[in-house]
């Protein structure tokens, strides 16, 4: 997703908007917390928090936390793309198939590192670069498989690689999830042109093609 600037998005600043989106892209994440990364008071927040919600951005819904109910909110996959937003230029189709390349690169030497608590099973490309007849873009989307690696004790597995890390972390969810979060990462290797996405496509499209496929005998 490219977002061009002096655009507002859902009447937001676009840069204001992104950072909404990447501070609950990952799991549902509180208000509070969300005010405490955009750096705004928590009235602020949920204020704008509604905005992106009546654009389609974002969703919400009351969950417990210290025993009282509180709005947490996730990214739709509209908001998924804006948290990937970016405000560069468009590039040609030889760039962008060049950094697709370096993304197949990085997910093989991934998979080849036993130390990793998941595995990138699966990468699709869809959006515009499927479309042979368009030659300049503002992302490349792409549809990525997660799956631990761990058939059992998973979630402890990717806790204590959490733990090996040595980074500081908001909670206990962000420690749970941090592997598949350092995978994503590794994957767009900071490019604002890559556009990861997890979520299940299946309501929003059915043109994918797979580009990466982890074969059985590459699990070691």
Not at 52 to 65: A, D, I, M, R
Not at 142 to 152: C, G, W, Y
Not at 162 to 176: E, K, M, N, P, V
Request: glycine share 8%.
């Amino acid at each position: 997703m490219r977002v061009q600037r002096g655009v507002t998005v859902a009447g937001i600043e676009p840069g204001v908007a992104r950072a909404l989106a990447r501070a609950c892209l990952v799991d549902w994440t509180r208000t509070e917390y969300i005010a405490h990364v955009v750096k705004v008071d928590v009235a602020e927040a949920d204020r704008l928090l509604h905005q992106l919600e009546s654009g389609g951005y974002v969703t919400h819904q009351s969950l417990e936390y210290d025993g009282e109910p509180e709005a947490w909110w996730n990214t739709t996959l509209l908001g998924s793309g804006l948290a990937g937003a970016s405000f560069l230029k468009p590039i040609n189709r030889a760039k962008a198939e060049a950094l697709l390349a370096g993304v197949l690169d990085r997910a093989a030497s991934y998979n080849s590192d036993p130390g990793k608590p998941v595995w990138i099973e699966r990468i699709s490309l869809f959006g515009s670069l499927l479309d042979q007849g368009a030659t300049d873009f503002g992302d490349i989307d792409l549809h990525v498989v997660l799956e631990d690696r761990a058939e059992h004790d998973a979630a402890e597995a990717a806790l204590a690689y959490a733990r090996a890390s040595g980074r500081t972390f908001q909670s206990w969810i962000d420690r749970l999830f941090w592997a598949k979060t350092e995978a994503k990462q590794i994957l767009r290797n900071r490019s604002g042109y890559l556009s990861i996405h997890t979520e299940d496509l299946n309501d929003v499209t059915d043109r994918m093609r797979v580009v990466y496929e982890l074969e059985r005998a590459d699990r070691g």
